[in-house]
């Protein structure tokens, strides 16, 4: 293997990632190269680490080295209140406000019809099993306030009025258009605190 096709490669791996084009994942490449030997194995040997060992919690599918993780085994944290998000990523954005108390549920995606992702594809079993025992009395549904996530917002709307509990929408100081980790945590606090009754 020649070192033109070894390189593009790699950069084409590290292109997959959100956010990265070419020109990024190559530069990500050449610093690649330049690390010392001894620094790339720790960095492959923490992404084996954290591939085999993170997986979904059993409760809210938040990423986990534990079967349930520590947002949800909190004692001091609202059992009945649901916050519901798109992505783990989301959670760290929302727990960085310092704003709220209660538990989470990630859905582990939204409902992109251009992307052929339908409402069946939305990993929902579990929330719904909660609903049915009753164990819940309030949620907030804060999915990412672009075209993909109100279209799921207003499916999970519809869907869980059904259900004696109270639903709420983060709105006030959010962006159209925006993906919730991008969000300040002062104006993602604002939204969560000035939520608004949907049903």
């Given at each position: 293997?020649?070192?033109?096709?070894?390189?593009?490669?790699?950069?084409?791996?590290?292109?997959?990632?959100?956010?990265?084009?070419?020109?990024?994942?190559?530069?990500?490449?050449?610093?690649?190269?330049?690390?010392?030997?001894?620094?790339?194995?720790?960095?492959?040997?923490?992404?084996?680490?954290?591939?085999?060992?993170?997986?979904?919690?059993?409760?809210?599918?938040?990423?986990?080295?534990?079967?349930?993780?520590?947002?949800?085994?909190?004692?001091?944290?609202?059992?009945?209140?649901?916050?519901?998000?798109?992505?783990?990523?989301?959670?760290?954005?929302?727990?960085?406000?310092?704003?709220?108390?209660?538990?989470?549920?990630?859905?582990?995606?939204?409902?992109?019809?251009?992307e052929g992702i339908n409402a069946?594809?939305?990993?929902?079993?579990?929330?719904?099993?909660?609903?049915?025992?009753?164990?819940?009395?309030?949620?907030?549904?804060?999915?990412?306030?672009?075209?993909?996530?109100?279209?799921?917002?207003?499916?999970?709307?519809?869907?869980?009025?059904?259900?004696?509990?109270?639903?709420?929408?983060?709105?006030?100081?959010?962006?159209?258009?925006?993906?919730?980790?991008?969000?300040?945590?002062?104006?993602?606090?604002?939204?969560?605190?000035?939520?608004?009754?949907?049903?």
């Open positions: 293997m020649g070192f033109n096709k070894a390189f593009n490669d790699l950069a084409k791996s590290f292109s997959k990632f959100p956010g990265v084009g070419r020109r990024s994942a190559e530069r990500m490449a050449f610093y690649i190269l330049k690390m010392k030997p001894e620094e790339v194995k720790d960095m492959a040997l923490k992404m084996e680490e954290i591939h085999n060992h993170i997986k979904p919690c059993s409760l809210c599918n938040n990423f986990s080295t534990k079967d349930i993780c520590s947002i949800c085994s909190d004692p001091k944290r609202e059992k009945d209140v649901i916050c519901i998000v798109e992505e783990p990523k989301d959670i760290m954005a929302i727990e960085k406000t310092s704003r709220y108390r209660g538990l989470y549920y990630v859905l582990l995606g939204s409902i992109s019809p251009i069946e594809n939305l990993n929902l079993q579990k929330l719904i099993n909660r609903l049915e025992k009753k164990e819940i009395r309030e949620i907030i549904i804060s999915t990412d306030p672009d075209n993909d996530g109100e279209i799921t917002a207003q499916y999970l709307i519809k869907l869980l009025s059904s259900y004696d509990v109270k639903i709420y929408r983060i709105a006030i100081g959010v962006p159209l258009g925006t993906q919730i980790e991008y969000i300040d945590s002062a104006t993602l606090g604002q939204a969560l605190t000035e939520r608004k009754a949907i049903a």
